[in-house]
């Protein structure tokens, strides 16, 4: 049996989007959930099968660091996929993804993006048009969710060790378990 190989994946966005929401639906009930509270990172893990066979997604999450943009810099490092979250009811929070993507960019430049519409249980405010054209400026996937009901969660997870796998095929080596 090879290495399971590990893929870091970040994922970023305003305060209050739904962040940790998402993370804790996809993980809810599986193995290896810790905290790394002295720095105040929110940190699980989460295998995924892909038709490449199976990786092991370490999936960082910001707790309540949004405001704090002085400590963010070592939270992206070595990520390989991030998830640019808005709320769907909440267009600053579409309006302010380009600043997380701008920041996320200088720290790791050609890691892969995906954008996230949560809360779809919940009354739109404007259609997925915005969204779409943000996300195809920036070349990334957009896809909703609902942390919620649930409904997109897989799906997100699944297209970030996607892309996070391929990348970090390009780089042409894996950080063993
Ligand atoms: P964050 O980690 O990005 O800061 P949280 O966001 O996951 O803490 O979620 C912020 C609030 O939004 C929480 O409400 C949470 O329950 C709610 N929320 C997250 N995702 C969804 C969703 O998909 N649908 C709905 N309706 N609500 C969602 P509270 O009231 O606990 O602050
Ligand atoms: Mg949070």
């Not at 599986?30 to 699980?44: H, L």
């Not at 960082?60 to 070592?74: P, S, T």
């Not at 519409?117 to 969710?145: C, F, H, M, W």
Request: aromatic share 10%; charged share 20%.
């Amino acid at each position: 049996m090879g290495k399971i190989p590990v893929l870091k994946v970040v994922i970023a966005g305003d305060g209050n989007v739904g962040k940790t929401s998402l993370v804790r639906r996809y993980c809810e009930g599986k193995f290896d959930t810790s905290r790394v509270a002295t720095i105040g990172v929110d940190f699980q893990t989460h295998t995924v099968d892909l038709p490449s066979g199976q990786v092991k997604l370490s999936i960082w999450d910001m707790a309540g660091q949004e405001r704090f943009r002085v400590v963010r810099g070592g939270f992206y490092r070595g990520s390989l996929a991030a998830a640019l979250v808005f709320d769907i009811t909440n267009p600053s929070s579409l309006t302010n993804l380009e600043s997380w993507y701008q920041e996320i960019s200088e720290v790791a430049p050609n890691q892969k993006f995906i954008i996230i519409g949560n809360k779809i249980d919940l009354e739109r405010v404007q259609g997925p048009e915005t969204a779409q054209a943000y996300a195809a400026r920036i070349s990334a996937p957009y896809l909703e969710t609902s942390a919620l009901t649930g409904e997109g969660v897989s799906l997100m997870f699944e297209t970030m060790a996607t892309l996070a796998f391929s990348y970090s095929a390009t780089l042409g080596s894996h950080q063993p378990e």
